[in-house]
């Protein structure tokens, strides 16, 4: 039993003694309290953890697509023009946004074929053949896997050459390595692959890249086009915050370069990367709450145990009252016991749920994003408990009869 203080005056580091003494009297009853405590503690770390991992990964995973992309193509003319000759798109016009717009990085026209390949063994496959220039490969951040991408000297030779997406050329060859040196007949042209690629985040076909694709020289592909249109030009920036801007100059660009009845469509992927960081930050902060809601059950068990040691300790109440103790300090000693035994197991917890990321930042490759906010968070919220649920079993104590309480067994 804590022996009482021989004067009134209130003394934190009294108060503190006290409470850690009765922690010392009864380690298991709190110790098990505290564990709830620590288990949501370490789950609100760890939810954060998982949030913006998650946010990361997502991220990246837009980003390796060509953050730093922006496409244009034409959609047709206005709703109230009719009978009017298509308005497409140029490499005029892309080399006119190369020279009016500031801050592109590289760009590429686009021309779509379409054919059906065959191969020694009698395989026939459709495919679709997107002529591009040699930027293209920086602007949609292609991955070569084998062989060699066509130079500048290949599209001013016009040389008959291919790359072959990798999963074509393992249906067609058997593998990547195979399909180099191979020679397709591109409508009747005959085009040697001398390598192959991916996108380094499969889109599944919801770009213009799909598993069945071939890209070969611009100035190729013109060969079987009886104009100077391009159905899409593609451009990407020197940095990702310029993409909002660039993209607003070139759709100015393009469109003074047509008639007003046509309309064209210039985006990239910041909406998708800020609609994506958003989702992520709402779902975190969704499983925040449930922590805290864990956090908040944990609580109350620190109630049901303090009214218990109140209960307990009644003769002590009473003999401290006898010796000159306020209620003030009998309240301010409880609810010091209940934040003690909170901000323990907040402590333990938070230590858990960083433990975690940084073993595996430590022992992995796997750079895990740990955010010191959400454990001065943990702290805070688990303090909270402690002074929210001990301030009724606090306050009962202090209105204890120092008379009564003497004579209670």
Same mark, same amino acid.
């Given at each position: 039993m804590a022996t009482a203080s021989p004067h009134s005056g209130l003394c934190?580091?009294?108060?503190?003694?006290?409470?850690? !003494?009765?922690?010392?009297?009864?380690k298991i009853r709190f110790i098990l309290t505290a564990l709830g405590i620590m288990i949501g503690t370490a789950s609100l770390i760890l939810v954060v953890t998982i949030g913006l991992t998650g946010k990361h990964y997502v991220l990246g995973q837009i980003q390796a697509v060509?953050?730093?992309?922006?496409?244009?193509?034409?959609?047709?003319?206005?709703?109230?023009?009719?009978?009017?000759?298509? !308005?497409?798109?140029?490499?005029? !016009?892309?080399?006119?946004?190369?020279?009016?717009?500031?801050? =592109?990085?590289?760009?590429?026209?686009?021309?779509?074929?379409?054919? *059906?390949?065959?191969?020694?063994?009698?395989?026939?496959?459709? =495919?679709?053949?997107?002529?591009?220039?040699?930027?293209? *490969?920086?602007?949609?951040?292609?991955?070569?896997?084998?062989?060699?991408y066509f130079d500048d000297q290949d599209t001013q030779a016009r040389n008959k050459v291919a790359l072959m997406q990798q999963r074509l050329a393992k249906v067609m060859y058997g593998s990547q390595d195979a399909a =180099?040196?191979?020679?397709?007949?591109?409508?009747g042209l005959p085009v040697m692959v001398i390598g192959t690629f991916k996108e380094r985040v499969e889109t599944f076909g919801l770009s213009e890249i799909s598993s069945d694709t071939v890209l070969i020289p611009y100035t190729v592909a013109r060969y079987f086009s009886s104009s100077d249109k391009v159905?899409?030009?593609?451009?990407?920036?020197?940095?990702?915050?310029?993409?909002?801007?660039?993209?607003?100059?070139?759709?100015r660009v393009i469109q003074s370069r047509h008639r007003p009845g046509s309309v064209y469509r210039t985006e990239n992927l910041t909406q998708l990367v800020s609609l994506a960081s958003k989702t992520a930050n709402a779902l975190t902060a969704v499983l925040m709450l449930i922590a805290v809601v864990t956090l908040l059950v944990s609580g109350v068990g620190i109630m049901n145990?303090?009214?218990?040691?109140?209960?307990? *300790?009644?003769?002590?109440?009473? =003999?401290r009252k006898a010796v000159g103790a306020t209620r003030r300090e009998i309240?301010?000693?409880?609810?010091?016991?209940?934040?003690?035994?909170?901000?323990?197991?907040?402590?333990?917890?938070?230590?858990?749920?960083?433990?975690?990321?940084?073993?595996? *930042?430590?022992?992995? !490759?796997y750079h895990i994003p740990i955010s010191g906010f959400s454990a001065v968070v943990a702290i805070v919220v688990s303090s909270l408990v402690g002074i929210l649920f001990g301030t009724a079993p606090a306050s009962r104590a202090s209105r204890l009869d120092p008379v009564e309480s003497l004579r209670f067994e």
């Open positions: 934190f580091s009294e108060i503190a003694g006290f409470a850690f !003494d009765t922690f010392a009297t009864s060509g953050a730093n992309m922006i496409y244009t193509d034409y959609e047709g003319g206005a709703e109230n023009v009719t009978a009017t000759p298509a !308005d497409y798109l140029t490499l005029q !016009d892309m080399q006119a946004v190369q020279q009016q717009v500031l801050g =592109i990085a590289a760009a590429s026209p686009m021309i779509e074929l379409h054919d *059906r390949i065959g191969t020694g063994s009698g395989r026939q496959r459709d =495919i679709v053949i997107l002529g591009v220039s040699p930027q293209y *490969r920086y602007v949609r951040n292609l991955e070569i896997l084998a062989g060699r =180099i040196g191979q020679t397709i007949h591109v409508n159905k899409q030009l593609f451009f990407s920036t020197n940095a990702s915050e310029e993409v909002p801007a660039v993209t607003n100059e070139i759709q145990i303090m009214l218990a040691t109140v209960r307990a *300790r009644v003769r002590e109440i009473g =003999i309240k301010y000693q409880f609810l010091a016991e209940a934040v003690f035994i909170s901000l323990a197991g907040g402590l333990v917890g938070v230590v858990a749920g960083l433990a975690l990321p940084f073993a595996l *930042r430590w022992f992995t !490759d």
